[in-house]
């Protein structure tokens, strides 16, 4: 008998059929003679209604009242949800963060967990309850009501998975699994049984957006082994853990993240001075927009070039504030390029393979593909590369390193 | 300065703009230097919503999981409330029943009130801020959310001024106080400026339906000073209160209440023995049907005539019950009637005044108005007529008794 955490995200519980299908996927998970903890966000649409009126009442609406208001759309589900399972013939109580006690620090919003106390949760379970939970909410040591920020669940679900050392958190969600790669960039992309959360958090990170990247930080920190799973479909999904598979097993790389949202800005011819990078760099950061790749080239005449990539949406802006520098810095011209893509190999497998990289600059060089950037860390190798060819790229690396699934009899 | 708890249902706060409104008439009051506490309702439509959705995932839905989701229609009145007085520059708080530390029984969907915490709320009315609580709810000592019932805010109202001894609880309606009597019928009816609780009861069981009879009872017996008013409109509504007028303008009666809701059962002829009554009106209740009225003439021969009403709807129910009883009680006949009304005379006043009862008799008499049947307490006077005759009777009474309003110069 194991215990179970298990998230449903608004989706699923989005209609009062959904919920009731959920109550039974709970339930017969339950007859298995498990322990299950139940965690449900608002019903889709229900958050964003309620931040509508918020905002008829003002401008930026005071965050504690925003908490308490919010906090109500999971507050309907877990009863709902009993309800449901009450049924079937099910025993089952609800929670709000406050009466779980999901201790979390005061700010409102975005709370932070920081405790969470187990002893009703316990007693129910042994009183063979199904445990409803309500993502997302916990309270401050004053009693307010707090938050954890869009998408906070995931968060919650974990959190209490680690609390009780559950032996599982299942995350429910309307994909079967995490993918080599995007099933709509490329027909032939599997469903992987498993991945670390190490290689979980740079897919996530870079637009497999299955799960939340805080949520596999936490399950990371505190090894709690993660599930995506299809709500209403069957399949085991893609468990999400700490371990590698066994070398013998061991891709070289286990899946393919691709971008299309950002934008290049190169300064070309640069004097080659010491902090020449801070510079140039230390201004858009202080205008809070987010840099991800970043270049240096050494040049032939002492002179530098320097690119980096942002944020589509932040192109415009950055580039005001480079050529705005391009005198102080006595850079010869400013660049931008809004037409590119970021394709990553993601794998700790890349620990003990050796020449992924060759492979990869091998196989887009057979398609003819130019590579503006490289980047690579230690389970990471990214590339830019021009807009047009990254659905080819995607394709031809994902069949050069054994991605595709075995064809079908 | 005074404390005062401002109660606003439903209706008041049924939109955007309405709690907005209601936002600006608590900043106005606060600005006046008093003290205020606010209890809101779920905005109208709300509360019937989540029953709704309550239904469709169980015939007769869990009460402590229906307590946790009815309770989330207050939970986001009392937010919005505060975000709209934030607006205004005004400092307030929002708190649950569990925060404030509403303490009740046990008794999910029909709980009551056992004791209020008033610590925090005393420290943010010294802060300056307006404290909103929602209404409606509490908490049990194990920290189940329940609710007070249908109508509860007001009570959830009474509750506060009494526990933190505040000057008057006032109650906002979509009338402007209480009436001598429905002014639908009665054009000349007027305003009451005073009412005391006694006939607030007697009235409100009767028909004139502005307050919760329990929040009234809970009032006068912690002697806490109602005030009737419209929530958008100005004026001064009705004090209901523990004193009557002074003897000298003490009129005779304060109002007349009247009923159409009611048929009557009349059982002919029953041999006249001890537990005749009990005999048959024992059955009635035990089919949990309410009796109203209830005369038994003296015939006679021996025999006696039992009549009592019921709720019209309820009428069927009860001749069948009766009729079975007709052998066993040896009675010659049962008749019924669903074509009456009940007219009540209501007043402190009659304490001191002799001669109301039969001034009345002379009245409905004039008219040529059939009484059918008469009962008396120490506070009211009714009498059930023909149903045709109500509008006529109420009146004639109306007049009667000095209660039309003064002709506008």
Do not use: W
Request: glycine share 8%; hydrophobic share 40%.
């Amino acid at each position: 008998m194991s215990l179970i955490v298990q998230k449903f995200g608004g989706t699923s519980v989005g209609t009062v059929e959904r919920i009731k299908a959920v109550a039974k996927k709970v339930a017969a998970f339950r007859e298995q003679g498990h322990d299950i903890i139940v965690v449900v966000s608002a019903m889709s649409g229900e958050t964003n209604r309620l931040i509508d009126l918020a905002k008829a009442m003002q401008a930026v609406p005071t965050p504690r009242e925003m908490d308490v208001l919010v906090s109500t759309g999971e507050q309907v589900t877990i009863s709902l949800l009993c309800m449901a399972l009450h049924d079937l013939g099910q025993g089952a109580k609800s929670y709000t963060g406050t009466q779980v006690r999901i201790l979390t620090d005061e700010a409102h919003t975005k709370a932070r967990i920081r405790d969470i106390d187990d002893a009703k949760i316990r007693e129910d379970l042994a009183a063979g309850n199904v445990v409803v939970v309500a993502g997302f909410q916990g309270v401050d040591e004053n009693g307010n009501i707090t938050t954890l920020g869009r998408g906070g669940s995931d968060t919650t679900g974990v959190a209490l998975a680690a609390a009780l050392k559950a032996d599982e958190c299942q995350i429910y969600t309307d994909v079967d699994g995490v993918y080599t790669t995007d099933p709509r960039v490329v027909s032939k992309a599997r469903r992987l049984d498993r991945i670390t959360f190490e290689e979980m958090l740079e897919m996530a990170s870079l637009g497999s957006k299955v799960l939340q990247i805080r949520s596999v930080e936490f399950a990371g920190k505190y090894n709690v082994p993660l599930r995506v799973l299809h709500a209403f479909q069957g399949g085991p999904g893609t468990l999400i853990s700490l371990e590698e598979q066994s070398d013998m097993e061991n891709p070289a790389i286990s899946g393919i993240a691709f971008t299309r949202d950002e934008a290049k800005i190169t300064v070309l011819g640069v004097p080659d001075t010491p902090g020449l990078a801070y510079q140039i760099l230390g201004p858009v950061s202080d205008a809070n927009i987010e840099v991800d790749v970043i270049v240096q080239n050494v040049a032939e005449d002492n002179t530098t070039d320097l690119t980096f990539t942002v944020s589509r949406g932040d192109m415009a802006k950055t580039e005001a504030i480079v050529r705005n520098l391009v005198k102080q810095t006595g850079a010869r011209e400013v660049k931008t390029d809004d037409k590119i893509a970021k394709v990553s190999l993601v794998g700790v497998g890349m620990r003990s393979h050796a020449g992924i990289a060759s492979k990869m600059f091998k196989t887009l060089a057979e398609e003819s593909i130019n590579i503006q950037l490289i980047t690579t860390s230690e389970i990471k190798i990214s590339v830019v590369i021009d807009e047009k060819y990254l659905e080819l790229a995607v394709r031809s690396l994902h069949t050069a390193f054994d991605l595709d699934s075995e064809p079908s009899i």
